[in-house]
């Protein structure tokens, strides 16, 4: 009897997708990030939405409750019980899990990204760097032996000398080029005004995300990189990456002259040559701080006196080569004309964007920067 020979089609199998095994922690983890982070940190709001969601969706089982979920985190080290005035105690999230939602926020808008140790920004002069050029040089006396190609630098010894036995001299060495890597400074402005809730559309969320992701990206990828992250309403102050999940929106008009003049201090404080400003912002500026300490204000069209400061803020980061990035959630013509009078001065960019793009622009346009010398 013959046997039959297999024959075998080279090509592409398609199978279903199938989702990943997930324990029922790990499911309900995934929903906590997402509304722990709606809440700004608020356990016993966020708890709340969870009981709501598991009656309508039924998100557990007898064998798994909501009672075995909040234990589990505290186990796991996500939740701590804070004692309270009345000597009763409150939970809250830790500084673990306001590391977890900054993960979960770069992998929703920045894709998975691989950590690297070296992270800091190409620019095009070629140099002893950290990162290869593809390009080919003669050895010379003094530069690294970690830079020399040994495939290019066996080969030449091939070709200069047969391949009947292995000689190699100086002469035949290669090194690839390096390039110089330029360290960043970003200053991330988010505008808390109150127009962020209004109008029935939750901007300051997504904002947020963006700078939890911003911060982690960076601070994982780009560790010789600095970022601050400043809000500005009434007055502008700096926060800290640790406070991004609890960050609110208040009763505030819009000081963008503070947000940009705290800004420009804290870059000034710097060493790094490449400096920039990432504004985000949904409104027009309305206030200003005078010098007496009172708030002038006005919330109607574009204020003439307003307007001008922020143009000279614009025009003064500019002679200290910062160029700054706005981000604009809103399409009114009249504040589009604004922001592109307010780009011209600063010689900067503006982006005109909803709110679900709003994280992929700020990461194209971060990496985008860390591939030249900003200051020319």
Not at 127 to 148: C, M, N, P, V
Not at 180 to 198: E, G, K, P, R
């Amino acid at each position: 009897m013959k046997k039959k020979k297999n024959k075998f089609i080279n090509g592409f199998h398609f199978t279903p997708y199938q989702a990943p095994e997930q324990s029922p922690f790990e499911k309900l983890f995934e929903i906590f990030q997402e509304v722990i982070t709606h809440t700004s940190g608020d356990f016993d709001e966020a708890l709340d939405w969870l009981r709501e969601l598991d009656k309508e969706y039924q998100l557990t089982d007898a064998s798994y409750t909501l009672d075995d979920f909040i234990e589990d985190l505290k186990k796991k080290g996500y939740l701590r019980e804070e004692l309270q005035p009345d000597g009763k105690g409150k939970l809250s999230i830790t500084a673990k899990t306001e590391q977890a939602i900054r993960k979960r926020a770069l992998d929703q808008i920045f894709g998975k990204l691989k950590r690297s140790g070296r992270g800091n920004h190409r620019t095009q002069y070629i140099g002893t760097g950290d990162e290869q050029a593809g390009e080919f040089r003669s050895y010379q006396y003094g530069d690294a032996l970690e830079h020399i190609s040994m495939t290019e630098s066996l080969k030449n010894a091939q070709i200069n000398h047969g391949i009947g036995e292995l000689h190699l001299t100086e002469n035949d060495l290669v090194v690839e080029e390096t390039r110089f890597q330029a360290q960043m400074s970003t200053v991330l402005m988010i505008d808390i005004s109150h127009s962020m809730i209004l109008y029935g559309e939750d901007r300051i969320t997504p904002a947020k995300k963006v700078a939890m992701a911003l911060a982690e990206l960076i601070t994982t990828r780009y560790p010789k990189d600095t970022l601050d992250i400043l809000v500005f309403g009434n007055d502008a102050w700096p926060i800290a990456i640790k406070d991004l999940p609890y960050l609110q929106v208040g009763p505030y008009h819009t000081n963008t002259v503070a947000g940009l003049q705290l800004a420009m201090d804290i870059l000034r404080r710097k060493r790094n040559t490449n400096k920039q400003i990432f504004m985000v912002t949904d409104g027009k500026p309305s206030c200003l701080k005078l010098p007496n300490g009172e708030y002038y204000k006005n919330s109607n069209g574009l204020d003439r006196h307003i307007v001008s400061k922020c143009y000279m803020m614009a025009q003064q980061a500019r002679k200290l080569h910062i160029p700054i990035t706005t981000f604009m959630i809103a399409k009114d013509p009249y504040l589009m004309q604004f922001v592109r009078e307010f780009t011209y001065a600063n010689q900067g960019k503006a982006f005109y964007t909803g709110l679900k793009g709003l994280g992929e622009m700020i990461f194209e346009d971060y990496e985008s920067n860390r591939k030249k010398r900003i200051k020319s």
